[in-house]
């Protein structure tokens, strides 16, 4: 069976983020600024809204010459870590929908993600679009922000296809319609391939991504090494079997799994989570890691998701304390809602490796 992947990528994000909290910008062209140590004259454009975009703002513009360009347009300096926090909320309700609890998920970057769906949709497209739009529903439900998702054989066909409707879109590429997306293409839209590429591939005349497919291979292995060149070729071709998988993930040991039923009894929550934390400590002690952060989840069953996180004075590898720490999470999550529970998932972080340190237990 061929994979199905979504790749979730976030509207205008900075700009979004600054209109849900102040509503007396909607309908006004917002522009995110990143201002340099020259001030407010120097800094460029991080993003802006469709407003702005329409009067032909873009990012990494000057702002200089975006207040030129529309001198009516709001001007606000960017939030980074407000917006990180953002993130983390919309990435662990993405990350709730990936296949295998959760570990099929690829953050790409502040704003994107990619997700496997291949077993929670059955293989099936039309499964993946309602799980598409489940997602843009939660999101919109808990973060107040839309998305635009692409769905695909591999990553970068669903890369590719999110940006093709936005805002707020879901475009699907059928294994069978991969060929016709990508040949007319210009291949700098191939992802992956950025401005040094091209110019050396225009240099060998190929301009859309039909002449790179159609390429001797052993010619792109000559030009830009073997790696890379069967990469431009499979690319090309839209063959792409690079898995979907977490780069940060060695630093992270985690697990999610829904309840049998929703409920908020907390015996039921309890005991999965009692399960969740076998798991989770076994694979700390088969990696020989102590971890310094302790993470809960709780996806609710209006999908509002909530995660709260622990920092322990040392990096430790107690069951004990990993428990411990845990359950006074839970109880606090369990006590602030009255919604009922659909998944939980815990996560150790800030791992550091037991470089001949001795757990409690050998220490007495
Ligand atoms: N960003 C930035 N500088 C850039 C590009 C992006 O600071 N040159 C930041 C601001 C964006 C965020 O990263 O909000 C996400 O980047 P995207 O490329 O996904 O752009 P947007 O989400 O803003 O717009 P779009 O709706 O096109 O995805
Ligand atoms: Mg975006
Ligand atoms: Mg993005």
């Keep these: 069976m061929s994979r199905i992947i979504l790749h979730v990528d976030m509207d205008y994000f900075y700009a979004a983020i600054e209109e849900r909290e102040d509503p007396s910008l909607r309908g006004k062209a917002v522009v995110v600024c990143m201002y340099s140590n020259r001030g407010e004259e120097g800094g460029a454009v991080s993003t802006c809204n469709y407003a702005a975009r329409d009067a032909g703002i873009h990012s990494a513009m ?45 953050k790409l970057g502040i704003d994107e993600a990619f997700l496997e769906v ?20 939660g999101v919109k439900e808990l973060e107040g922000l839309t998305c635009s998702v692409g769905i ?48 050396k591939l225009a240099g060998m005349g190929i301009d859309i991504v039909e002449d790179l497919a159609g390429h001797d291979v052993q010619e792109l292995i000559s030009i830009f090494g073997k790696t890379r060149g069967t990469w431009l070729k499979m690319a090309a071709s839209g063959i792409d079997d690079d898995p979907v998988k977490e780069k940060t993930s060695s630093d992270q040991i985690g697990r999610m799994a829904s309840l049998t039923h929703d409920t908020r009894k907390s015996d039921l929550v309890l005991s999965l989570l009692d399960e969740l934390l076998d798991d989770v400590f076994s694979k700390v002690t088969a990696r020989s890691v102590s971890f310094r952060s302790v993470t809960i989840t709780v996806i609710y069953s209006n999908f509002k998701t909530v995660t709260k996180s ?22 606090e999550l369990l006590d602030s809602s009255t919604v009922n529970i659909r998944r939980i998932g815990v996560r150790v972080g800030n791992l550091h490796e037991n470089k001949g340190q001795k757990t409690l237990a050998e220490f007495f």
């Design 118 to 137: 291949t077993a929670t949709s059955g293989g099936d497209l039309d499964k993946a679009q309602q799980i598409a739009q489940s997602i843009k529903e």
């Design 62 to 106: 000057p702002c200089r010459l975006a207040k030129a360009v529309k001198p009516d347009a709001v001007f606000l300096p960017v939030r980074k870590p407000f917006y990180s926090e953002v993130s983390d909320s919309i990435m662990e309700i993405l990350r709730s929908y990936a296949d295998n609890d959760g570990e099929l998920f690829e």
């Design 310 to 331: 622990h920092t322990l004075n040392h990096p430790m590898a107690e069951k004990s304390v990993l428990r411990e720490v845990s359950y006074q999470i839970m109880g």
């Design 152 to 199: 695909g054989p591999n990553k970068i066909i669903a890369k590719m296809a999110s940006s093709r409707q936005k805002p707020d879109g879901i475009t699907v590429i059928r294994e069978d319609e991969v060929d016709g997306f990508l040949r007319k293409m210009p291949v700098a839209k191939l992802w992956g391939i950025g401005k040094v590429t091209e110019e």
